[in-house]
């Protein structure tokens, strides 16, 4: 189970999920976002900005919300158990397992290696128990949990939202846009780069495409679904970054837990606390670009990384023209830079995309 924090990130005055950059009193227009295989919502869009219009995208986004969340309030106890396959820099390769036990709120367990890294926590009596306190999770494992455990996550009651309808593999799908709540109403068509993007099937409420940002998707495949008190949950999950397959998920088996007391017991070489994992978080970053990209098309390049408690990076790839020089320039800025600790005043490890935009030389 994961602890939702929220936390804001020191980055001069930066504003989350910024539509433009205003320079000198001038809004700088961002180029459309590139064309990905996996990017749904390529024409129109329209705004939810009526009551019925936002009670309709809003309550397919609650279902398919409601159909993932395993830890939700009277869940019947589970016992999940995952593999996955990645590809990636080490540590983030290889095969890996996910092991997850869940009584309630209050008592859970989960285990994962991947890699060279190994964890097991046990959440007793309100605190989390670590065998490997000092271990920061992986980039990829932690999107391979996000992408089993809470893809439809966060309250978007406020947020500006925009529908897309399309179609999948056959089928259609309607697609939520969502944006910060400061976010500009448009009906340009496309996504855009600050929008998170739920593709959903709006007969069965089940999620079929999840895009944090641009440059990373998620897709479930149902084929084989699994079915659990009510809830219908993907057997495969296939996460693909910057055009390339970075992991392929399985969901091995999902049924009633059976265990004892112990098992929810931190072990005597258990230690508290452990490094908590942040949601995702999404911030633009401004930069002056090298002349040496003088002459290259300044498109926004986002960076996903993962920061440890005193805010250096782990972690960090970039979700577009990877191996550019573009691209290359806004990992090396964002690897040279410290983002500071968390203010929520605990050891948190966070999961962030940054939106790097260059300004030209």
């Not at 994961?2 to 989350?16: E, P, Q, S």
């Amino acid at each position: 189970m994961r602890f939702k924090i929220r936390i804001c990130v020191i980055t001069c005055t930066l504003t989350f999920l910024a539509i433009g950059i205003k320079l000198a009193g001038q809004t700088r227009k961002l180029p459309p976002v590139p064309y990905d295989p996996l990017e749904l919502a390529t024409g129109p869009v329209e705004v939810a900005d009526s009551p019925d219009k936002r009670a309709a995208i809003l309550g397919l986004l609650e279902r398919a919300r409601q159909n993932n969340n395993l830890h939700i309030k009277g869940m019947a106890p589970f016992h999940l158990k995952a593999s996955f396959s990645v590809v990636g820099s080490d540590p983030s390769n290889g095969f890996g397992e996910l092991e997850e036990m869940w009584a309630n709120g209050s008592a859970w367990r989960w285990n994962a290696h991947l890699g060279n890294y190994s964890q097991s926590r046990v959440l007793y009596r309100g605190v989390a128990y670590d065998a490997s306190p000092q271990a920061y999770q992986p980039l990829r494992l932690e999107t391979v949990r996000q992408a089993i455990f809470w893809p439809v996550s966060g309250n978007f009651v406020n947020n500006v939202i925009r529908v897309a309808n399309t179609m999948l593999n056959g089928k259609a799908v309607t697609c939520a846009l969502i944006s910060s709540p400061r976010a500009e109403a448009s009906t340009v068509p496309g996504r855009q780069w600050h929008e998170e993007e739920y593709c959903i099937d709006p007969k069965l409420g089940l999620l079929q495409s999840y895009s944090v940002a641009p440059g990373i998707y998620s897709t479930y495949d149902y084929s084989n679904a699994l079915t659990y008190h009510g809830h219908v949950l993907a057997k495969g999950i296939t996460i693909v970054e910057a055009g390339n397959i970075a992991a392929q998920v399985q969901i091995d088996s999902l049924q009633d837990l059976s265990a004892s007391e112990s098992l929810f017991t931190p072990t005597p070489e258990m230690k508290s606390p452990g490094i908590l994992i942040s949601e995702p978080m999404r911030f633009p970053q401004f930069a002056k670009a090298d002349p040496a990209l003088a002459g290259t098309a300044m498109q926004p390049i986002i960076v996903h990384a993962t920061l440890d408690t005193e805010g250096k990076v782990l972690e960090a790839e970039a979700l577009q023209l990877p191996g550019s020089p573009i691209s290359d320039a806004a990992l090396q800025l964002v690897r040279n830079t410290n983002y500071g600790p968390s203010r929520a005043g605990r050891r948190v490890q966070r999961d962030v995309f940054i939106n790097v935009q260059f300004t030209a030389p």
